[in-house]
């Protein structure tokens, strides 16, 4: 695969999906704090500088190897609160997965629904890809409502589909189609 520029989009509600730097470090910092967070990506469950700093670096070589688009999520100000990430795998198929996480402390500000939305926009108009997925655990009921939001439709449970930590746990399947919108 050919290396990827991540660009820069903008959201509908004034914030900005933008590639990683150095200076999100302090979003790292925040995000292996959260008790989910870096059960589920590759965010240090121990922070600090030299982990936050390969985390980056690893969004960096993402891009870089054309595995996919990872994005931060900043505000209007901005202040880093999230990411979205786009990951062509299965690009060959017609189909690629997102991923997405704010941290805590900017829950329930409709970032992580604006963030996903402006990804999906760019991959389904610029990118042309047929098909999207992403897969949220049944508890989750915030991230489901954002997958939800963003034009997503629950496809089934696919069981024991993910190590979480040292568990194999169960998955929603979410879909959305270039043909839906």
């Known amino acids: ?11 509908d509600e004034g914030l900005t ?11 790292v910092r925040e995000a292996s704090q959260d008790g989910y967070i870096p059960l589920i990506t590759t965010v240090p469950t121990q922070y600090s500088e030299a982990e936050g700093v390969a985390f980056v670096e690893r969004q960096w070589g993402r891009a870089a190897a054309g595995a996919g688009y990872p994005f931060v999520i900043a505000t209007e100000d901005g202040i880093p609160v999230g990411t979205v990430g ?24 409709g970032a992580a629904e604006a963030g996903l939305s402006a990804v999906v926009r760019w991959a389904i108009t610029d990118l042309e890809i047929p098909r999207l ?5 049944p508890w989750n009921v915030a991230s489901l409502k954002t997958a939800e939001r963003a034009g997503f439709k629950r496809e089934g449970l696919l069981r024991s589909w993910q190590l979480v930590g040292s568990e ?11 043909d839906d919108s």
Do not use: H, Q
Request: aromatic share 12%; hydrophobic share 45%.
């Open 17 to 27: 999906l933008r590639p990683w730097c150095l200076a999100d470090l302090d979003l």
């Open 86 to 109: 786009l990951w062509l795998r299965n690009i060959g198929e017609g189909r690629a997965s997102l991923g997405y996480w704010v941290v805590k402390s900017a829950r329930g500000s």
């Open 168 to 178: 194999r746990r169960d998955m929603f399947m979410y879909a959305l189609l270039r």
């Open 133 to 137: 997925e992403l897969y949220v655990e």
């Open 1 to 11: 695969m050919e290396s990827l520029d991540v660009p820069e989009l903008a959201t």
